[in-house]
């Protein structure tokens, strides 16, 4: 059964520390996303990538946020320095892109607190 | 542009009865419509899906949905509700262009909590 995977599952830090979460994508997906779900804003997306270019980050602050995609098989997103406003779970998703109909496959997310 | 629309942010219901969990969408070309569901701590998960085949689409856990283009809808149905059905339901239409071609990329609902009580 073919799932996306994240690392790790859940993350406490100190404010000003470096975050980095790690998403596996379904083999052959060629879409991956990132979003965020906080009780106040909801699911907010932050950034997504086909074959593994970014399309759109606007989602994203830039300053202290970045995503990238070393390889098909790894998306990585990454906080620097972290602020107790990140706390929020931040999930990853993988599509097919333009072979599908737009159905995402969502990974169990990373539980990100910031102290 | 496509968007969703979730009507009712929570639905509560009695166990045996009926769901019904409501969702509007505005797009100029026919769209792909979706449900996913969130049970606590855990990711979205695809409950069912619209892509023009049939009007009426069967999930799992025995909801189903209906596209209705009259009314722009696609509510969510299940006849007899189960406590293990209570989740936040999220509705989801695909991005899409002139050519009906997706992007790839959804637009969620904001969400709706489902609460079935004993």
């Known amino acids: 059964d073919a799932r996306v995977t994240q690392t790790p599952r859940d993350k406490v830090t100190e404010m000003g520390q470096e975050v980095t979460m790690r998403c596996q994508p379904i083999?052959?997906?060629?879409?991956v996303f990132w979003y965020r779900q906080t009780m106040m804003q909801g699911l907010e997306l932050l950034a997504y990538?086909?074959?593994?270019?970014?399309?759109?980050d606007s989602g994203m602050p830039k300053d202290r946020f970045s995503a990238e995609m070393p390889d098909a098989t790894l998306a990585t997103l990454k906080i620097q320095p972290s602020e107790p406003r990140d706390s929020a779970v931040y999930f990853c998703?993988?599509?097919?892109?333009?072979?599908?109909?737009?159905?995402?496959?969502f990974g169990p997310g990373t539980r990100l607190t910031v102290l | 542009a496509q968007s969703v629309t979730q009507l009712g942010s929570h639905v509560s219901v009695s166990e045996g009865a009926l769901v019904l969990l409501r969702c509007n969408y505005s797009s100029s070309v026919p769209p792909y419509l979706f449900w996913y569901v969130q049970y606590p701590n855990q990711g979205l998960q695809l409950l069912l899906k619209?892509?023009?085949?049939?009007?009426l689409v069967k999930g799992i856990n025995g909801f189903e949905a209906e596209f209705k283009k009259s009314e722009t809808s696609f509510h969510l149905t299940k006849p007899s509700a189960h406590m293990s059905d209570a989740a936040e339901y999220f509705c989801?239409?695909?991005?899409?262009?002139?050519?009906?071609?997706?992007?790839?990329?959804?637009?969620f609902g904001q969400g709706t909590i489902l609460t079935v009580h004993p």
């Open positions: 990538f086909r074959n593994r270019a970014p399309l759109d």
């Open positions: 083999l052959g997906h060629n879409t």
């Open positions: 998703a993988s599509g097919r892109g333009l072979a599908g109909y737009g159905e995402q496959f």
């Open positions: 989801a239409v695909s991005v899409v262009n002139a050519g009906g071609t997706s992007y790839g990329k959804l637009t």
């Open positions: 619209y892509t023009s085949a049939a009007t």
